[in-house]
């Protein structure tokens, strides 16, 4: 699939649009440690919600909350509907977004929880595993088309760039924070999920994926480990050069330092009216345990502070 940045938009135009004046499930009966809810995920955020809920569902017996992954577009969407009142994404409400909560009698909770990287992946045939700012934003505009325009002896002919969905984070990380000018190469292609885009990038030498870094953070998890067979996970530099001095990959040490510089946070939006187990599980996340586990995952908690070791030879 093509993507298009009016289709990205898109889904954004349609959160405005369905909602009813009555919220939906005012005879709720759900505390914050008791009770069933559903919330929806931003499936690139589906690794540390995984890790994080069956601790609390441990906790907490009579809790069930019951997570739908989704592109981040769809999960806005099911907030702005009613449908749910817990969304998990990775950018804030804007102004005109909390202002229409409000005229409905909501008063959204913003609560960042962790902060999050995309990751640029290639194929293990790729020699070129350093990427410049600069040379991706002109790879995302589609001003590179060939891996010779950044190395003259490369043999792997045209780029082929994917995303993991057209309505995903990351494609409108890369719109707003990357190339900052709305628009976005015809020759880049969307999946479905991020497990898609590394089967591809693992199947084709040519291929650049993005997705978001939980999926290959926890060095614990076999799942990721056999993801990092496939793949290579590149350097990025913020210098107009990418050198293996200057070039991070998105551990969690280089996201706390900011020297890896593709990253965003991720928020817990809450639009509860009263305290129910939405609420519940945002205080768990939140709190010094919640954090930890998110520590655990290779993901930097937004509270939890991350010890930097720096081993010198001497």
């Not at 540390?48 to 989704?70: D, G, Q, S």
């Not at 010094?288 to 939890?304: E, S």
Request: proline share 7%.
């Amino acid at each position: 699939m093509k993507i298009s940045v009016p289709h990205i938009f898109f889904g954004f135009a349609l959160l405005f649009s369905g909602c009813s004046n009555k919220p939906k499930g005012d005879n709720y009966t759900d505390t914050p440690t008791t009770g069933k809810v559903s919330i929806a995920v931003d499936e690139t955020f589906r690794p540390i919600i995984e890790a994080v809920l069956p601790v609390f569902h441990a906790m907490y017996k009579y809790a069930e909350i019951k997570p739908e992954y989704i592109p981040e577009v769809s999960a806005l969407n099911l907030l702005f509907k009613d449908s749910v009142r817990l969304a998990i994404i990775s950018r804030s409400l804007s102004a005109k977004e909390i202002d229409y909560f409000h005229s409905k009698k909501f008063f959204p909770r913003i609560v960042p929880v962790a902060v999050d990287g995309i990751a640029v992946i290639v194929n293990p045939a790729n020699p070129d595993t350093l990427f410049s700012i600069s040379q991706l934003r002109k790879i995302m505009l589609g001003d590179i088309t060939d891996w010779k325009q950044m190395n003259p002896r490369s043999k792997l002919g045209k780029t082929k760039v994917v995303f993991d969905n057209p309505n995903s984070s990351t494609v409108r990380f890369v719109v707003d924070s990357l190339t900052k000018s709305g628009n976005l190469s015809k020759q880049l292609s969307a999946m479905s999920y991020n497990l898609d885009v590394v089967d591809f990038v693992s199947n084709n030498p040519n291929a650049i994926g993005l997705i978001g870094v939980s999926w290959i953070s926890d060095s614990r998890d076999p799942k990721c480990l056999s993801f990092l067979k496939n793949i290579k996970v590149a350097g990025i530099s913020s210098s107009e050069v990418a050198t293996p001095q200057n070039s991070y990959q998105p551990f969690q040490a280089y996201v706390a330092t900011g020297n890896y510089p593709l990253t965003r946070f991720v928020y817990m939006i809450l639009t509860e009216p009263r305290a129910g187990l939405g609420t519940g599980f945002v205080s768990f996340v939140s709190s010094d345990k919640g954090q930890r586990i998110i520590q655990k995952t290779g993901i930097l908690p937004y509270t939890q502070p991350v010890r930097i070791i720096e081993i010198k030879d001497e």
